[in-house]
């Protein structure tokens, strides 16, 4: 066990993504927590996240965090937060703005070697095989191991990107990761927020691409399985059209400003006929539509997943002695 999980008081090295929208909530990250890994709730409204966190710790004692997309998040974000006890901050200039454990996702050693001059308590270096937004362009060791040399020993580094099963959790450890971070295995737990239909497709799926399709309000590469609507405007380039993707640039400014519940009935009305492709997935209870006209967010690691498992025992297999 390393010093810093230690220091948090999380017992495996294992912690689940903070998958938003929806994705990851109450039941998946308490599942997470109690099993002895650092379970993470993703990105909400302020309101809706600060429930999620007392709800949760109804459900475990143990430490949890929140995963907080900084093109979206304000200051009542991060007093929200800091009712959990780690803060995983992506997507943007790292700056300390919470006094809790802060962890910031770098895709490059840049990135990484700023959040630690930012503060940050930890970084983690996500792999370009990651599934949803993809940061970087490095396969995972490879980042790992630059991120390590750069930043140096007794700074802990997390690593992300294409985890499945216990040996690649060693092979990480062993080449100095203090944790590895998982994120489409845990999407493909019983506890997860995904549609039902979501998680089938999943199943069935042994390919990814990487895109920009989804991109309506936040214009970042993103990895997905492929559905209705990256059959319809992906055939010329996998990025997506290029028109789209300036129109999605000029708009984010404006929409990722707007209140989280308005970009959700947004979505609502996708279609994979009509060009406009928010990031919100298909989560359970929601419109089975965005199956086809919405993100299905996966890792390359997708085409060794076959089965829904409870998460507490992914947490343990992923982590056996």
Known sequence: MGAFLERIGVERPI??????????????????????????????????????????????????????????????????????????????????RTARTWIHQSGSVDEA????????DAVVAQGVEAGGHVRGNLPATELLTRVKAAVGEDFPVLSAGG???????????????????????????????????????????????????????????HRVVPNGATSRWLSRDRRGPGWLRGLHRATAPVFSRAPVALQLRLAATQ???????????????????????GPLYAGECIERIDNIRPAADLVRELSAS
């Open 163 to 221: 985890i499945t099963r216990r040996s690649e959790v060693d092979a990480r450890l062993e080449a100095g990761a203090e944790a590895v971070v998982c994120g489409t295995r845990f999407l493909m737990s019983e506890e997860s927020g995904a549609h039902p239909a979501y998680k089938e497709r999943l199943i069935a799926a042994n390919d990814t691409v990487l895109t920009e399709l989804f991109g309506f309000g936040w214009p970042a590469p």
């Open 113 to 120: 070697l700023a959040a630690r001059e930012a503060g940050a």
């Open 15 to 96: 912690v689940q993504a903070g998958m938003g929208g929806g994705l990851s909530r109450r039941e998946l990250a308490g599942a997470v927590s109690a099993a002895g890994g650092l379970g993470t709730i993703g990105f909400l409204a302020p309101d809706d996240l600060r429930a999620e966190i007392r709800a949760t710790r109804a459900l475990t004692d143990r430490p949890i965090s929140v995963n907080l997309l900084l093109p979206f998040t304000r200051t009542a974000h991060f007093e929200a937060a800091d009712d959990a006890d780690v803060v995983v901050t992506f997507w943007g200039a790292p700056k300390r």
């Open 271 to 293: 279609r994979s006929s009509r060009p406009m492709f928010g990031p919100a997935a298909a989560t359970a209870g929601g419109p089975e539509s965005l199956v086809d006209a």
